[in-house]
């Protein structure tokens, strides 16, 4: 009897001792990658939106390589300084123009010099809310300051948290132009990046699915970025320099939401035909002077439907409420810069879902039997 169990104990002592050292050994690893994560959360958005930027721009760093006798650093170096001055000093401007009007406007309320034009007799109209924002409406023109009190801890929460992203956005711009600056010099090394992560995938998905899945990443990470926040992008970047040599008030907040209604797929013509017949009806340009900013700004209102034929916008195939909620949520987690990372991997995170339900091996299988049925 004893003789019979001393196998099944030392058996039994074996594998607990084998058990226990990958427990020890999965720890480790947790823990390095824990504080690897720590380390390196930091950079996080920055990394992530260098590699959408550098596998968007590596067709046309490829193109302007060949021209350049394959020199992939120098071709890097001018794809770099061209999306510094055409896209970083643009946006570098608006964004000031947001902060100044921001920090404005906290401090006309804080300072109880801000005006509040009357409300119009057809706001009582609207449904559902109309009396009660005709009333709230009123009461700011009316007495402000006694408005402003009522409603202190909520406005003094909304004054911090206005102040805090004025003070954000210049590190947000750094961010910007360093993304800048390393998509160029991951594209410098494309070629050993792109074996890199197809050794990646096919570690994690096998050969002929990581091959596959590399393939989907790349060509979803491209239509978005192109497609949508490329052209949503540019379309703001246009209309608000538009809104600004207008003098429009409020130009960089009324770019933002054109970049926003821009990845909605929604038309920018809804920002600049309210632009247009302020300059019309508020008297301070001359004829000439409002005909040229009518034009300019219907010109930039109608930009996306040129540029989504230019960037190839038709080919993005994920939903656009994963897109925009990609978007906003990536811009509440982590800023402007996080609305373009958010958008484009949201996206990406469906594409490969969903490519990998299309993969399913028992699909076949399971029709295999009903087709036979229907033959006999």
């Avoid at 390196?40 to 721009?57: D, E, G, R, Y």
Wanted: net charge neutral; aromatic share 6%; charged share 10%.
């Amino acid at each position: 009897m004893n003789t019979n169990n001393q196998p099944n104990t030392e058996l039994e002592q074996r594998l607990a001792s084998r058990l226990l050292d990958v427990l020890i050994r999965a720890g480790l690893i947790l823990a390095l990658v824990a504080l690897c994560f720590q380390i390196f959360s930091p950079f996080l958005t920055l990394m992530v939106w260098a590699l959408i930027l550098a596998i968007t721009l590596y067709p046309m760093h490829q193109s302007l390589a060949a021209k350049m006798a394959n020199k992939q650093g120098r071709a890097a170096t001018v794809i770099v300084l061209l999306g510094i001055v055409l896209i970083v000093a643009p946006t570098t401007v608006l964004m000031s123009s947001l902060g100044d009007s921001i920090q404005q406007l906290v401090s006309n309320v804080q300072e109880n010099s801000l005006q509040i034009p009357p409300p119009r007799d057809g706001v009582k109209e609207w449904p559902v809310v109309g009396k009660k924002v005709h009333a709230f409406w009123s009461q700011a023109h009316n007495d402000l300051p006694a408005l402003v009190k009522s409603m202190q801890p909520k406005i003094g929460d909304i004054a911090k948290a206005a102040l805090g992203f004025v003070a954000s956005i210049g590190g947000g711009l750094l961010q910007f132009l360093a993304s800048f600056i390393i998509a160029g010099i991951v594209m410098a090394f494309g070629e050993a990046g792109a074996r890199g992560s197809g050794a990646i995938f096919d570690r994690i998905a096998g050969n002929k699915q990581g091959a596959e899945f590399a393939k989907l990443s790349t060509a979803t990470v491209r239509a978005v970025a192109q497609g949508v926040i490329g052209v949503a992008f540019i379309q703001a970047i246009v209309v608000g320099l538009c809104l600004l040599l207008a003098g429009i008030p409020w130009a960089g907040v009324l770019a933002v939401i054109v970049l926003v209604l821009g990845i909605a797929q929604v038309p920018a013509v809804i920002v600049t035909l309210p632009a247009i017949i302020y300059i019309w009806s508020g008297g301070d340009y001359g004829n000439v002077e409002a005909i040229i900013y009518t034009v300019l700004l219907f010109v930039a209102g109608m930009a996306d439907n040129v540029l989504k034929p230019l960037m190839l916008g038709r080919g993005v195939d994920a939903p656009m409420p994963v897109i925009l909620l990609g978007a906003l949520g990536g811009m509440a987690a982590a800023g402007i810069l996080g609305m373009f990372v958010g958008a484009t991997l949201l996206a990406l995170g469906y594409q490969i879902f969903m490519g990998w339900v299309a993969m399913n091996p028992d699909a076949g299988a399971s029709k295999q039997p009903e087709d036979s049925v229907t033959a006999d």
